[in-house]
């Protein structure tokens, strides 16, 4: 029986992957700790080590594991910039899940447009005292506005669909564009200036990296809305920040941030917010930012713990590794 070091366990990790595993004739070792130098000895006598997001995989981390006789890092994500790539080379074989449930992201990311338009969060807080005033929650029509989807795979193009069933006009950029009828791909100045609402679906590389900075912002549509449920450092918070202190954004609205390790899936409650432009992001009654929680859907776990033991499955079957990372 194969065996998997599981870093970073929530309770909701369990309820997935533990039957799954079972069928699939795995064991887990599910650790609340993520990878990181202390607790790399964790994942003696497994095969693969399973992380995610929050794990920053190094090479003092990857070597460890190697050293320990584990073969294949499993990844449940889709992105991978947390790992280094490079330092794996001829020692980790790297696996991920690469698309689990893009309506899950985009509808979520439409969520986060609603309520930032139509101020919902605030009107919920509100209602919660009996305070019935409608007076500072007017929000605008979406119907006839433009859209800027940045990123067209999967995620972009459920976006999209959405979008386009609100009546609106979409433009688009990718590296790589496609065929997708009734959007426009435009330059990424071009996709600023015009659009209303400017939602990011593109993954974080050198070249996206901060693609959201002081410059962009600048070149934004007064009361534009910027919806990022993608990758948090594809926005430079410092630059977001003196731009909000402007008023011209209509509003914001953050599932990822550039600095939420440590902070994200954790519950701060009881300590002092040590991220000064965090804290400052959520004074803005426009900002509405959330714990990274535009892919958690029943059906998007589910996904993510099937291809996650599959991906394993695989790679002791010796079979072609569809989900292989190089």
């Keep these: 029986m194969g065996k998997i070091a599981f870093y970073g366990t929530k309770p909701y990790d369990r309820v997935w992957f533990e039957p799954l595993a079972e069928e699939y004739g795995y064991k887990i070792r599910f650790i609340e700790g993520l990878l990181d130098e202390d607790t790399i000895s964790l994942a003696a006598d497994c095969t693969a080590a399973c992380v995610f997001v929050n794990d920053q995989i190094g090479k003092k981390e990857i070597d460890g594991l190697a050293a320990l006789g584990v073969r294949v890092l499993l990844l449940r994500s889709a992105g991978y910039n947390h790992v280094d790539l490079k330092a794996a080379r001829d020692k980790l074989t790297i696996l991920r899940v690469p698309g689990y449930s893009p309506e899950s992201v985009a509808e979520f990311a439409t969520g986060i447009l609603l309520s930032l338009n139509r101020k919902i969060h605030r009107a919920y807080v509100r209602t919660r005292e009996f305070n019935m005033n409608i007076q500072g929650l007017m929000g605008r029509d979406l119907y006839g506005k433009t859209a800027g989807v940045v990123g067209t795979g999967r995620i972009g193009q459920a976006m999209i669909t959405i979008l386009k069933g609100f009546g609106m006009e979409i433009l688009a950029y990718d590296l790589y564009p496609q065929p997708l009828e009734g959007v426009t791909y435009v330059e990424p100045d071009e996709l600023f200036a015009r659009s209303d609402v400017i939602s990011l679906h593109c993954p974080l590389t050198p070249q996206t990296e901060h693609l959201i900075d002081k410059k962009a912002l600048e070149k934004m549509k007064d009361g534009a809305y910027l919806i990022n449920t993608s990758r948090g450092a594809l926005v430079d918070s410092a630059a977001l920040m003196k731009e909000l202190k402007k008023g011209r954004l209509g509003g914001v609205g953050l599932d990822v941030y550039e600095e939420e390790d440590g902070v994200f899936y954790e519950d701060n409650s009881e300590r002092p917010v040590a991220d000064d432009i965090l804290?400052?992001?959520?004074?803005?009654?426009?900002?509405?930012?959330?714990?990274?929680?535009?892919?958690?859907?029943?059906?998007?776990?589910?996904?993510?713990?099937?291809?996650?033991?599959?991906?394993?499955?695989?790679f002791e079957a010796g079979e072609p590794l569809v989900n292989q990372i190089r």
């Design 279 to 314: 804290a400052r992001l959520m004074s803005f009654p426009n900002v509405l930012i959330t714990s990274h929680q535009g892919f958690f859907t029943e059906e998007a776990m589910r996904a993510i713990a099937t291809t996650t033991l599959e991906n394993l499955r695989m």
